[in-house]
Every structure is written in structure tokens, then in C-alpha cells.
């Protein structure tokens, strides 16, 4: 039956269990009745024996065997009595009474630890028992008059055996007790189930009939009768359910005429729904934004700092001017944590692969930590290493710069070492610690945001717990692997395997800023925040540029229209005033001169869109805020790499 309707439901769910119970209380009552029939056999059985060996001891001592053949004729008076057998100790026949089966004689018993035999029941024919018991001689009856008897074996403590007696038991009678009782059970257990099957037929009618009545109001309903009820008369808890039923009819007549107004609210949900889709849009947006606000006066800062430089000759001044740069690295670094992160989750960060020199990130971070390090009193060990990898260089800085930073945090003395090795097309950069390390435990843990080792740790590092977590996302954006390993109290390494560039050979040689060997290299700037524009200019004429520089596209061309010259490279800011952008402003410089010009754009908008927007230009794209080394370095690079200059 497929689809059993829910009358047959409730009956087979009220009937099974009593099927079961029935079943299993009539089995428990049949093996026990059964059980009790043939325990009362095996004991009736063993109390003939048991009486009649005694009775025998005599006539088995003396040999007085018509005695013992008086025993066996008495005891086959009694009822289900088939056979006895009285045999002495070697199994000769001394009386029987009845057709004894051949197996009855000659079957020994296993004895005790004591030696005596005891009371046994073998199986005889196919509807008999035979019960068998040993006669011992009584510890009384001395036959030794002339002193003949070994008092050692007389005192040894064990009973002689004089025979055995041996009584058949038909189980006729008892086989037909079993066979009244397994009826009697049956009949029980039939008239139980009929009587349960009868009580269940009565329950689903119950059950079914207002339930039936139900479901052929809600029927009515589905074809619009909402006025339809039913009648509220079954009683208890289908009496509930009636009500509630009727209720709810009631509620959904009157909901009918205000479906319009739900209507209408379900428009204005799905409104909302478009709005918020639209708010999430704008946070993205706003995180962009707000990027690029708090990028700039950290951008103002580094190109001063980096302008101020070269104009000091006093070891004093520059150790000052040292140290400024350091604390705005330090702020960039608490900046960068805060919105790196959010970048992150966000999905707004767009990765840019190139081939880089390896001790271009190694010599930065080298000049980034070693003061700090060595001022802990921390040995830095950083190992040059000449090897190009395929990597966006940003992002793999800012994943090691916070694997040293970690480093730095929990390394109290001893040294930190910073270099690379080659694994087949593979390099793993390694930074090792001497520091508190990691127990096992918490491996699985640390990459958690706001997750620090120890219970006091935030207070003593006063860290956010950060660095590992923008680390492993970092490193999952870029496709590279992170791998950790660490002891407590021996130290951690932490490495990053990522794969070698065979485009190495075809760049600079190092990762250093070379000297630039042209004369007289114009670098045309737009940048429309004047602080900014004048310390990148005075940056720029520290190092030997010549720097055409101004607010927009339209003034630069002006200046240059006047002295006469094209620019060899051109370096705009994005966002720049009257609805323009950078990349329109190096367009159209392109589009005067020649559109072999390399460009630079900078900005602190890390959406898909800018990126995409520079690889259609052939632009190189740098996000802020940028040091002074990173800068001059990717002029360089782009001047070397041009392959002609504009004309």
C-alpha cells in the first residue's frame, strides 16, 4: 500500500505495539509454562533415584537380588514409569522391571573432586528421560571379622560404590501438557490482539472522523468558501484543534480584504531589501573613501620627511629625521592594520604580480625593524638573497613586515633571522625567532583576529591581535603558502613559500635605488593637494629629477607649452579636483606628447576597478601611503624598462 490513508495509519500505530507485547508476553509465558513442564519432570526423576538408591544398598551389599527386583516392580507402579534397572558397580543387571532401552547400562558418570558420583539424566529414547543415580555402601556396615581389610583404605575418607540405578520416565503425558499449554497461550494471545484490534478501530474512528471533517473544510477553503467551519463536538484535544481551525478560518476571512495592504507591504520590504543592497555597495565604496582620506596627510608626511632627508648633512639632524620616519611608519603601521583588514574581508584588494628582487623587500624591512630590534637588545640577522619571485610586492611586504612585528613582540632576547631558501621552483622566505613560542594547542588559533598567546598578552604587547590574521589572508590572496612551526620556549618560524620568477634575469641587477644615468629627466607631477605636490617635488630634486609640477592636467601643459619640453614619465595622484581623476589627466598628457610615456598613478583606492582601470593604460598603479625608496625605485624601474623615449 503506497499511500495508506490516515485511519490505516493509526491503526497499524496502535496495533503494532500490541502485536508486539502480545507476541512477546506469550512467548515469555509458553517458554516458561514449557520450562516449569519439564523442570517438574527432570525433579520428579531425580527424587525417584535418589530415593531408590538408598533403598537399594542392601540388596546390592548382600546380593540379595530379589529384594532388589521387589524395589524395581514397586517403583514401575509409579506413574510414567517405563523401565528400571539395578546394576551393581560393574554394570551387571542384578534387577530390572520393564523394556529397558540398551543405552541405559553401561553409561558412567563424571565424578566430583571428592570421588563420589553423582545424580545424572540421560537422554533415552525419543519420549523418554532416563534418570540414574550410584549407590554407595553406608559408612556403617563393616564386613571385615577376620581383620583381613586395609585400615588405610578403610579410613581414606571415600565412599564405595556399590551400582547404580537407572529409571525411565516416559514424556507422553508431558509433551501433552506442553501441547495444552501452547494453545492455552495462543488463544490468550489471539483473543488479546482481537481485543486491541477492536479498541484501535474504535480510536481511529475517533481520531479520523474529525479529522476527515477537517480536511474537507480546508478543501472548501482552497476553492474560496472562507465562511466554511466545522462543527467543535469531538471532544479534548480534536476539540482544540477544531476551535483553533475555525479561529483561524475567521482570521484568514478577515485577512482577505486587507490582502492589498500586505501586498503593498511586501513591495516596500522588497524597497528596503534593494537599500540595503545598496547601503552595502556604499560601505565598500565608503571603505575606499575613507582609505584614501586617511592615507593623505600620512602621504604628505612621508614625502617630507623623505625631502627633509636630503637636505641634511648634520649626523644629529638626519638621526631626528631618522626617527620621524620611523614613527610615521609606525602610525602607517596602525593605520594599515585597521584598514588592511577590513580591506581584506571586504574583498577590495586587488593583488598585482610582478617579478621583484627579493632583497628589495629584504633591505626594507631590514631598515624598518633593525632599530627597533637592536634597541630591545634583539640580534636581526637579515641574509641577502639574489633571487627574483612572482609576487605583488605591497602585499607580500605587508604580510612579513607583520610576521616581524609578531616576531619582535614576543621575542625578549636571543635573535631573530630573516633570508630565504630555495626548494626546488620554489622559495620560502623564513623569519626565526628565539622568542616564548607557541604550544601546540594554540597553532590552530593564532591565525584568529584579536587572538593573542597567554592570558596577559594584550596587556603586555599592547597589540591587537592582527598581524597573524591580516598574515594568512594576506598570503590566501596572493596564492602563496604559510607554514609555522614552533617550541615553547625555544622560538617559532614562520615561512612563506611562494614561486621564483624567471623574469629575474632580465631586470636590475639588485634591489638598491640606482643613481639615475640620464641627464636631465623631466618628471611631470599632478597632484591637486598643494603640501603634497610640493614636498613629492622637493623628494623628486633631492635625487637629480627635474619636476614639472601642478594641480591639474590643464596647468601642467601650460607650464610645459611654455618651457618647450616633454616629460619622461609622468606621476598623478588619482583623485583630483574638478571631477577628473588621474588617470584622465595622464591621458590626455599622453594624447599631447606621446603615448609612449610611462605614467605612475597614486592612490589610496583599493577597489578592482582602479586596477583594471590602470592595466587597460599600461600604468603602473601604487597605493598609499608609499615611502620615498618605493617611489624612486618604480621610476627607475619604469625609465629602464620604457622601450623608447617619447618624441
Same mark, same amino acid.
Given at each position: 500500500?503506497?499511500?495508506?490513508?490516515?485511519?490505516?495509519?493509526?491503526?497499524?500505530?496502535?496495533?503494532?505495539?500490541?502485536?508486539?507485547? &502480545?507476541?512477546?508476553?506469550?512467548?515469555?509465558?509458553?517458554?516458561?509454562?514449557?520450562?516449569?513442564?519439564?523442570?517438574?519432570? *527432570?525433579?520428579?526423576?531425580?527424587?525417584?533415584?535418589?530415593? $531408590?538408591?538408598?533403598?537399594?544398598?542392601?540388596?546390592?551389599?548382600?546380593?540379595?537380588?530379589?529384594?532388589?527386583?521387589?524395589?524395581?516392580?514397586?517403583?514401575?507402579?509409579?506413574?510414567?514409569?517405563?523401565?528400571?534397572?539395578?546394576?551393581?558397580?560393574? *554394570?551387571?543387571?542384578?534387577?530390572?522391571?520393564?523394556?529397558?532401552?540398551?543405552?541405559?547400562?553401561?553409561?558412567?558418570?563424571?565424578?566430583?573432586?571428592?570421588?563420589?558420583?553423582?545424580?545424572?539424566?540421560?537422554?533415552?529414547?525419543?519420549?523418554?528421560?532416563?534418570?540414574?543415580?550410584?549407590?554407595?555402601?553406608? %559408612?556403617?556396615?563393616?564386613?571385615?571379622?577376620?581383620?583381613?581389610?586395609?585400615? !588405610?583404605?578403610? *579410613?581414606?575418607?571415600?565412599?564405595?560404590?556399590?551400582?547404580?540405578?537407572?529409571?525411565?520416565?516416559?514424556?507422553?503425558?508431558?509433551?501433552?501438557?506442553?501441547?495444552?499449554?501452547?494453545?492455552?497461550?495462543?488463544?490468550?494471545?489471539?483473543?488479546?490482539? &482481537?481485543?486491541?484490534?477492536?479498541?484501535?478501530?474504535?480510536?481511529?474512528?475517533?481520531?479520523?472522523?474529525?479529522?476527515?471533517?477537517?480536511?474537507?473544510?480546508?478543501?472548501?477553503?482552497?476553492?474560496?468558501?472562507?465562511?466554511?467551519?466545522?462543527?467543535?463536538?469531538?471532544?479534548?484535544?480534536?476539540?482544540?484543534?477544531?476551535?483553533?481551525?475555525?479561529?483561524?478560518?475567521?482570521?484568514? !476571512?478577515?485577512?482577505?480584504?486587507?490582502?492589498?495592504?500586505?501586498?503593498?507591504?511586501?513591495?516596500?520590504?522588497?524597497?528596503?531589501?534593494? !537599500?540595503? %543592497?545598496?547601503?552595502?555597495?556604499?560601505?565598500?565604496?565608503?571603505?575606499?573613501?575613507?582609505?584614501?582620506?586617511?592615507?593623505?596627510?600620512? !602621504?604628505?608626511?612621508?614625502? +617630507?620627511?623623505? &625631502?627633509?632627508?636630503?637636505?641634511?648633512?648634520?649626523?644629529?639632524?638626519?638621526?631626528?629625521?631618522?626617527?620621524?620616519?620611523?614613527?610615521?611608519?609606525?602610525?602607517?603601521?596602525?593605520?594599515?592594520?585597521?584598514?588592511?583588514?577590513?580591506?581584506?574581508?571586504?574583498?577590495?584588494? &586587488?593583488?598585482?604580480?610582478?617579478?621583484?628582487? /627579493?632583497?628589495?623587500?629584504?633591505?626594507?624591512?631590514?631598515?624598518? +625593524?633593525?632599530?627597533?630590534?637592536?634597541?630591545?637588545?634583539?640580534?636581526?640577522? /637579515?641574509?641577502?638573497?639574489?633571487?627574483?619571485?612572482?609576487?605583488?610586492?605591497?602585499?607580500?611586504?605587508?604580510?612579513?613586515?607583520?610576521?616581524?612585528?609578531?616576531?619582535?613582540?614576543?621575542?625578549?632576547?636571543?635573535?631573530?633571522?630573516?633570508?630565504?631558501?630555495?626548494?626546488?621552483?620554489?622559495?620560502?622566505?623564513?623569519?626565526?625567532?628565539?622568542?616564548?613560542?607557541?604550544?601546540?594547542?594554540?597553532?590552530?588559533?593564532?591565525?584568529?583576529?584579536?587572538?593573542? /598567546?597567554?592570558?596577559?598578552?594584550?596587556?603586555?604587547?599592547?597589540?591587537?591581535?592582527?598581524?597573524?590574521?591580516?598574515?594568512?589572508?594576506?598570503?590566501? $590572496?596572493?596564492?602563496?603558502?604559510?607554514?609555522?612551526?614552533?617550541?615553547?620556549?625555544?622560538?617559532?618560524?614562520?615561512?612563506?613559500?611562494?614561486?621564483?620568477?624567471?623574469?629575474?634575469?632580465?631586470?636590475?641587477?639588485?634591489?638598491?635605488?640606482?643613481?639615475?644615468?640620464?641627464?636631465?629627466?623631466?618628471?611631470?607631477?599632478?597632484?591637486?593637494?598643494?603640501?603634497?605636490?610640493?614636498?613629492?617635488?622637493?623628494?623628486?630634486?633631492?635625487?637629480?629629477?627635474?619636476?614639472?609640477?601642478?594641480?591639474?592636467?590643464?596647468?601642467?601643459?601650460?607650464?610645459?607649452?611654455?618651457?618647450?619640453?616633454?616629460?619622461?614619465?609622468?606621476?598623478?595622484?588619482?583623485?583630483?579636483? %574638478?571631477?577628473?581623476?588621474?588617470?584622465?589627466?595622464?591621458?590626455?598628457?599622453?594624447?599631447? +606628447?606621446?603615448?609612449?610615456?610611462?605614467?605612475?598613478?597614486?592612490?589610496?583606492?583599493?577597489?578592482?576597478?582602479?586596477?583594471?582601470?590602470?592595466?587597460?593604460?599600461?600604468?603602473?598603479?601604487?597605493?598609499?601611503?608609499?615611502?620615498?625608496?618605493?617611489?624612486? +625605485?618604480?621610476?627607475?624601474?619604469?625609465?629602464?624598462?620604457?622601450?623608447?623615449?617619447?618624441?
Amino acid at each position: 500500500m503506497k499511500n495508506p490513508s490516515i485511519k490505516q495509519k493509526i491503526l497499524f500505530l496502535a496495533m503494532f505495539p500490541a502485536f508486539i507485547i &502480545a507476541t512477546l508476553l506469550s512467548a515469555l509465558v509458553l517458554i516458561g509454562g514449557v520450562s516449569e513442564i519439564d523442570g517438574a519432570l *527432570n525433579a520428579r526423576g531425580l527424587i525417584m533415584v535418589r530415593q $531408590l538408591a538408598p533403598a537399594s544398598e542392601y540388596g546390592a551389599f548382600s546380593g540379595n537380588h530379589p529384594i532388589l527386583q521387589a524395589l524395581a516392580q514397586a517403583a514401575m507402579k509409579e506413574n510414567d514409569v517405563k523401565s528400571v534397572v539395578i546394576a551393581d558397580a560393574r *554394570n551387571k543387571i542384578l534387577a530390572v522391571s520393564g523394556r529397558p532401552p540398551r543405552l541405559a547400562v553401561g553409561q558412567t558418570a563424571a565424578t566430583g573432586a571428592d570421588g563420589v558420583e553423582a545424580e545424572r539424566i540421560l537422554a533415552g529414547e525419543k519420549d523418554s528421560l532416563i534418570f540414574s543415580a550410584p549407590i554407595y555402601q553406608n %559408612e556403617g556396615i563393616e564386613l571385615d571379622d577376620y581383620g583381613l581389610m586395609d585400615r !588405610q583404605v578403610k *579410613n581414606d575418607g571415600k565412599k564405595k560404590m556399590l551400582g547404580r540405578v537407572f529409571v525411565e520416565l516416559s514424556t507422553a503425558s508431558t509433551q501433552h501438557r506442553k501441547n495444552h499449554f501452547i494453545l492455552a497461550s495462543m488463544a490468550i494471545g489471539l483473543f488479546g490482539l &482481537a481485543g486491541a484490534l477492536l479498541l484501535a478501530r474504535r480510536m481511529s474512528h475517533d481520531v479520523t472522523r474529525p479529522l476527515s471533517r477537517l480536511l474537507d473544510a480546508v478543501t472548501k477553503m482552497t476553492y474560496g468558501h472562507l465562511d466554511t467551519r466545522v462543527a467543535a463536538d469531538s471532544g479534548g484535544e480534536l476539540a482544540a484543534l477544531e476551535n483553533g481551525f475555525n479561529h483561524m478560518a475567521a482570521k484568514l !476571512q478577515a485577512a482577505h480584504s486587507d490582502m492589498q495592504a500586505r501586498v503593498d507591504e511586501a513591495t516596500a520590504m522588497l524597497a528596503q531589501k534593494e !537599500q540595503a %543592497e545598496r547601503a552595502n555597495s556604499a560601505k565598500t565604496r565608503f571603505l575606499a573613501a575613507a582609505s584614501h582620506d586617511l592615507r593623505q596627510p600620512v !602621504q604628505a608626511l612621508n614625502w +617630507f620627511v623623505g &625631502a627633509l632627508h636630503q637636505l641634511l648633512s648634520d649626523a644629529q639632524a638626519l638621526h631626528i629625521c631618522q626617527l620621524m620616519r620611523e614613527s610615521i611608519k609606525s602610525l602607517n603601521e596602525l593605520l594599515e592594520t585597521l584598514l588592511d583588514i577590513s580591506k581584506l574581508d571586504a574583498g577590495v584588494i &586587488a593583488v598585482e604580480k610582478e617579478a621583484v628582487p /627579493v632583497n628589495l623587500i629584504l633591505t626594507r624591512l631590514d631598515n624598518e +625593524f633593525r632599530a627597533l630590534l637592536e634597541a630591545k637588545g634583539i640580534e636581526f640577522s /637579515v641574509h641577502p638573497c639574489a633571487a627574483w619571485v612572482e609576487t605583488d610586492p605591497n602585499l607580500l611586504a605587508m604580510a612579513l613586515r607583520n610576521l616581524l612585528a609578531n616576531a619582535a613582540k614576543y621575542t625578549d632576547r636571543g635573535k631573530i633571522v630573516f633570508g630565504c631558501r630555495r626548494r626546488g621552483k620554489l622559495l620560502a622566505l623564513q623569519i626565526w625567532d628565539s622568542g616564548v613560542g607557541i604550544p601546540a594547542a594554540e597553532l590552530k588559533n593564532i591565525f584568529q583576529e584579536f587572538y593573542q /598567546v597567554g592570558e596577559q598578552a594584550r596587556e603586555k604587547r599592547q597589540g591587537l591581535g592582527l598581524g597573524l590574521a591580516i598574515v594568512e589572508r594576506v598570503v590566501k $590572496l596572493l596564492g602563496h603558502t604559510l607554514n609555522v612551526h614552533s617550541r615553547v620556549g625555544r622560538g617559532s618560524l614562520f615561512e612563506v613559500l611562494l614561486p621564483l620568477s624567471a623574469a629575474g634575469a632580465a631586470c636590475p641587477p639588485n634591489a638598491e635605488i640606482v643613481a639615475i644615468t640620464e641627464n636631465h629627466v623631466l618628471v611631470a607631477v599632478i597632484e591637486d593637494e598643494p603640501d603634497i605636490l610640493e614636498g613629492i617635488k622637493y623628494l623628486l630634486s633631492g635625487f637629480g629629477y627635474q619636476v614639472a609640477g601642478a594641480t591639474s592636467a590643464a596647468a601642467l601643459l601650460d607650464d610645459l607649452g611654455q618651457s618647450r619640453e616633454t616629460p619622461d614619465i609622468i606621476i598623478a595622484d588619482y583623485r583630483l579636483g %574638478e571631477n577628473t581623476t588621474g588617470h584622465d589627466a595622464i591621458c590626455l598628457i599622453r594624447d599631447t +606628447f606621446s603615448s609612449a610615456i610611462p605614467a605612475i598613478m597614486i592612490t589610496g583606492d583599493t577597489t578592482p576597478e582602479r586596477l583594471r582601470e590602470a592595466d587597460s593604460s599600461h600604468i603602473k598603479l601604487l597605493h598609499k601611503p608609499i615611502d620615498a625608496d618605493k617611489l624612486l +625605485f618604480t621610476i627607475e624601474k619604469a625609465l629602464v624598462s620604457r622601450t623608447h623615449k617619447p618624441s
